[in-house]
């Protein structure tokens, strides 16, 4: 019953750690990030179009404007970090870091649209009033936030795809150098086959040469009777 107890707990905690595991790797994907992107961007369009609604009152023109405000954004922040940056220098004209001056805009777009959005002068009380302040800057660095995080999750897949290639590219060669070794593999065992061979055929030949003149006899009868005429034979003389 003991031993029962002990794997039914083994298996709880198995279940708890690849879950936790696996809601950890949910968190930190790909996959929540866009979902999270689109969501704040489906706030940008409602945003957008209320502020050209009230100003157009006209709902069309503004659905149309809301769209393209949005595809603009959508399409500067996810390549803002290609724009080249404007290097920050020291008096001694060093660089010293590098202002992202695509997101500064981004930043400000989106601060302006909310401050049109939220409309802080009309708060009625004074709590309400530093509230939508917060809110404004706080919605308008998110864009900073979406765009940083998108070029890093950019990095990080193409990171991850240079990876799978080069294990990929390790695995056919660990297939090749296999290959290589099963071949040499081969080749040596038919060395070493000819090599015997070669040997075998040597003894062969010394069986058939005449020790004195060194030529080759054959059969067997010819050089045992050549052996005992040999000129080169002290013996036979």
Known sequence: ??????????????????????????????????????????????????????????????????????????????????????????????????????????VLYALIINIFFWKPWKADTQAEYYFLWFSCIMLSSMDFGFAHLFKEKQAQTTAQQELTSLDQQLTSKEEELTSLRQTHTNLQQEINQLTSRKKELADLIDQFTCPHCQQVYWPEKSITSHMSKCKQNSDSK
């Open 1 to 106: 019953m003991g031993t029962i107890d002990t794997k039914d707990k083994q298996t709880e905690e198995y279940w708890y750690h690849t879950l936790d595991d696996k809601f950890a790797e949910f968190l930190t994907s790909k996959a929540l990030f866009l979902l999270a992107f689109m969501g704040f961007m489906a706030y940008r369009y409602y945003e957008s179009q209320q502020i050209f609604h009230d100003l157009l009152d006209d709902p069309w023109p503004s659905h149309v404007i809301a769209v393209v405000a949005v595809l603009t954004t959508l399409i500067f922040m996810v390549n803002s970090s290609y724009l080249a940056p404007i290097p920050v220098k020291d008096d001694e004209g060093k660089v010293t870091s590098q202002l992202h001056w695509s997101k500064v805009i981004l």
